[in-house]
């Protein structure tokens, strides 16, 4: 259900799902050294699956610190 959540705010959202700007340039920093022995065909796959890998982790933060909060209120309605 949080995952839906998640769709629901982020991927349909004003973000449409794309990775942040920080993110991007990570990225991009990440691979700057390894393009010049990379065709483009290589580059875009390597970069692909990497904001691909980074997409999956927003998403797992993102159920996680879901799952934080709402322990985290249950714990504060209870007091």
Same mark, same amino acid.
């Given at each position: 259900m949080i995952r839906e959540l998640y769709s629901n705010v982020v991927c349909k959202g004003s973000g449409g799902g794309k990775l942040s700007r920080e993110v991007? *340039? #990570? /990225?991009?920093?990440?691979l700057k050294e390894m393009k010049e =022995?990379?065709?483009d065909f290589q580059y875009g796959k390597y970069k692909d699956n990497l904001c691909l /890998?980074? $997409? $999956?982790? #927003? #998403?797992?933060?993102?159920? *996680?610190?879901?799952?934080? $909060? =709402?322990?985290l209120f249950a714990e504060v309605i209870q007091e």
């Amino acid at each position: 259900m949080i995952r839906e959540l998640y769709s629901n705010v982020v991927c349909k959202g004003s973000g449409g799902g794309k990775l942040s700007r920080e993110v991007q *340039e #990570e /990225i991009s920093l990440l691979l700057k050294e390894m393009k010049e =022995s990379m065709d483009d065909f290589q580059y875009g796959k390597y970069k692909d699956n990497l904001c691909l /890998i980074a $997409a $999956a982790a #927003e #998403e797992s933060g993102f159920v *996680e610190g879901f799952r934080f $909060a =709402s322990l985290l209120f249950a714990e504060v309605i209870q007091e």
